[in-house]
C-alpha cells in the first residue's frame, strides 16, 4: 500500500480542469468535469495516511475518507466506492456542493502544512459517477430481506428526507414522502442553480428511491392537502424534513417597488426553466435578469448562486452588495472566485439604506461601513457611515439575505409542536414534542448544509428505528432482528454538534 501513497511531496494538487470563465457564464451546465481513472488515482495517492485523520473529523457525515483514497490508489474502486457510500446517502451530489474548504479539505493535514489538500470532494464524486455508469448502485433492499409491518411518513423530499428514507428502507419499513412541490429534491432540485449540480443528478436518487419501494406523494402539502393528524394516524412515525423558506425581508424604504425580487424566488424561475417549465423560453419577465442592471444584497452562498445566474442569464451589469470585506464573508470562498471570473463585480462594506425609484426600482441608495469592534463571535460589527453614501444604479434588486423557518405549529395545525426562539422545531434526540414525530435538516438545525441535512436524516432514521422497536415490538417481525445496532447500516463517527454547522 505505501508505494501507491505519500505522494504529496513530488505530485501537486490538481483539481479537474475548471471550464473557462467565459464559456461557462453562457451557460447553464456544470462548470467542472468529472475525474477520468487516472487522475483519481494520481491524486489520491496525495493522501498522507495521517494517524488522525482531521479530514474525517470535519466531514459531517464522517466519511472513512483516508481508506477510501488508499483504495482509490490502489485501483480497488468497487471497493473504494462502497466504502465512501457506507456514510453518505448522496456521496456524487456533496462532492460536487459541500464547501470542503470549510469541511474535509480546510481540515486536511497537507493544506496546513503548505503541501495543498487532497482533492477529496472530486474524488468521492469520481468514484460514486464510476459506480453508477458500471451499474454497481443497486436499489434499496432491506439488510434482512425482510419488510417489516411499520411505515415511516416523511413530510418533504430534500437531502434530509431522501437520506432518512434510504436507512429506513434498508432496515425493512415502508417509506412514503409527501411533498408539497411537483417535484422531489427539496432545495437540491429548486435552490442550487444547475451549473454547480446538474438536476439530472438529483433526478437519478430520486428515481433509485422509487425503484428501492419509497412512495413519493408529489404536490402534497402537509398542512393543506393532507392534515398532519392524518399523517400521524396512516404511519407508526412521522419525519419532519420540511426544510427553511422564509425569506429574510429587505426592511428598507422602497423594498416593495417593482423589481425587488427574493433570492429564491429568482433561483427557482432559473431551475424550473432549466427543466423546461417554460418550454423554450427564458424565466419570466420579472425574474429574468437580460439586459438589466443587477444588484444582489447579501453574502452567502445564496447571493453567489444568484450572481453567477445573472451573469449567465446575460445582465447588462451584476454587482453585489456585502457589508463585511471579502475575508468575512459567509459565502465559501471559492464561490466568490468563480463569480470574480465570471463578471461580477463586489462592492465590500456597503450596507443598503433605500430602494429607490418611481413606478420601478431604478437604483440603491446605499453607504460605507466600517468595521468595528468584535461582538461575543468574534465576528467585527459592521459601523454604517452615512456621511459616505452612493447610488448603485439598478433594474432588478434581489435580496439575498437568508432564510427563517415557517410557523410550523400554524402551518402544520398542531400547536402542540414546540419550536425554539428561532422557529427551528425543537428536539430531544430528534423526537420533536409530538410523540412518535421528529424533525431533520434545516428545520431542526436552521438554515445549514446539504451534508449536515444528509447526516440528520440518517440519524432520525436510526432513531425513528429505535422508537418504532422499543415503542411498538408487535410491528417486528417476531424473531427476526434484535435491538438496533447501527453497525453495518451507518458508521459516521464525527460529532453532530449544531455548533460547528456552518
Ligand atoms: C440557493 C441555495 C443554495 C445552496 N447551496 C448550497 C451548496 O452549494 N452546498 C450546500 O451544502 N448547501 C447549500 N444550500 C443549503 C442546502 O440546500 C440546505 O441546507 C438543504 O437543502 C437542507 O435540506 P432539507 O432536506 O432540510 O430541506 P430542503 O432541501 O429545503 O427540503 C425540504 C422540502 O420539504 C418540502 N416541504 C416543506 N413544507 C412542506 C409541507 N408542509 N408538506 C410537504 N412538503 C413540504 C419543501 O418543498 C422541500 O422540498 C443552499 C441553499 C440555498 C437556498
Ligand atoms: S461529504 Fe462533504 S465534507 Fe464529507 S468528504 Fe465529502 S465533500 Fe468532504
Not at 460536487?96 to 470532494?121: F, N, Y
Amino acid at each position: 500500500m505505501a508505494t501507491s501513497l505519500l505522494r504529496f511531496v513530488h505530485l501537486q494538487r490538481q483539481p479537474p480542469a475548471v471550464r473557462p470563465a467565459a464559456a461557462r457564464s453562457q451557460d447553464f451546465a456544470e462548470i467542472y468535469p468529472d475525474f477520468d481513472a487516472a487522475a483519481a488515482a494520481r491524486q489520491a495517492s496525495r493522501c498522507s495516511q495521517c494517524g488522525v485523520p482531521f479530514c474525517q473529523v470535519n466531514c459531517p457525515v464522517g466519511n472513512h475518507i483516508p481508506d477510501w483514497l488508499a483504495l482509490c490508489a490502489e485501483g480497488r474502486l468497487r471497493e473504494a466506492w462502497e466504502l465512501s457510500q457506507s456514510t453518505n446517502t448522496l456521496p456524487e451530489i456533496c462532492g460536487r456542493i459541500c464547501p470542503q474548504d470549510r469541511l474535509c479539505e480546510g481540515a486536511c493535514v497537507l493544506e496546513q502544512s503548505g503541501h495543498q489538500t487532497v482533492t477529496i470532494g472530486a474524488i468521492e464524486r469520481y468514484l460514486t459517477e464510476l459506480a453508477f455508469a458500471q451499474g454497481w448502485v443497486q436499489p434499496v433492499a432491506p439488510l434482512d430481506s425482510s419488510e417489516s409491518q411499520t411505515s415511516v411518513g416523511i413530510v418533504g423530499s430534500g437531502p434530509a428526507g431522501i437520506a432518512a428514507a434510504e436507512q429506513l428502507r434498508r432496515l425493512g419499513h415502508a417509506v412514503h414522502i409527501y411533498e408539497r412541490s411537483d417535484r422531489a429534491g427539496g432545495l437540491l432540485t429548486y435552490g442550487i442553480p444547475g451549473f454547480k449540480l446538474d438536476k439530472a443528478v438529483v433526478q437519478r436518487r430520486i428515481d433509485w428511491l422509487r425503484d428501492s419501494g419509497v412512495q413519493f406523494h408529489l404536490s402534497c402539502e402537509v398542512g393543506q392537502t393532507v392534515s398532519l393528524t392524518e399523517l400521524r394516524a396512516r404511519h407508526q412515525a412521522v419525519l419532519l424534513a420540511t426544510g427553511v423558506y422564509r425569506t429574510r425581508g429587505l426592511a428598507l424604504q422602497g423594498s416593495e417597488l417593482p423589481g425587488v425580487v427574493a433570492a429564491l424566488d429568482y433561483l427557482v424561475a432559473q431551475n424550473r426553466c432549466d427543466l423546461g417549465d417554460f418550454g423554450e423560453g427564458p424565466p419570466p419577465a420579472p425574474l429574468y435578469a437580460a439586459g438589466k442592471r443587477v444588484v444582489v444584497i447579501g453574502g452567502g452562498d445564496t447571493a453567489m448562486d444568484c450572481v453567477r445566474t445573472a451573469i449567465r442569464q446575460g445582465a447588462a451589469s451584476v454587482t453585489c452588495l456585502y457589508r463585511r470585506d471579502r475575508a468575512n464573508m459567509p459565502g465559501s470562498q471559492r464561490e466568490v472566485g468563480h463569480a470574480e471570473a465570471e463578471g461580477v463585480q463586489f462592492r465590500w462594506q456597503s450596507a443598503p439604506l433605500a430602494i429607490l425609484g418611481g413606478e420601478r426600482v431604478t437604483a440603491v441608495q446605499a453607504c460605507q461601513v466600517e468595521l468595528g469592534d468584535p461582538d461575543a463571535s468574534g465576528r467585527q460589527q459592521p459601523v454604517l457611515r452615512r456621511d459616505r453614501p452612493f447610488e448603485q444604479p439598478a433594474d432588478l434588486v434581489i435580496s439575498a439575505l437568508g432564510f427563517e423557518p415557517e410557523a410550523l405549529p400554524e402551518r402544520l395545525g398542531d400547536p402542540r409542536l414546540l419550536v425554539n426562539l428561532d422557529g427551528t422545531l425543537q428536539t430531544t434526540g430528534l423526537h420533536t414534542s409530538l410523540p412518535g414525530v421528529f424533525a431533520a435538516g434545516d428545520i431542526s438545525s436552521g438554515a445549514s448544509l446539504v451534508v449536515w441535512a444528509i447526516r440528520d436524516g440518517r440519524d432520525a432514521a436510526e432513531a425513528i428505528h429505535r422508537h418504532l422497536q422499543s415503542a411498538l415490538p408487535i410491528w417486528r417481525h417476531a424473531g427476526e432482528r434484535g435491538p438496533f445496532s447501527a453497525s453495518g447500516l451507518y458508521a459516521a463517527s464525527s460529532p453532530s454538534d449544531p455548533e460547528v454547522r456552518s
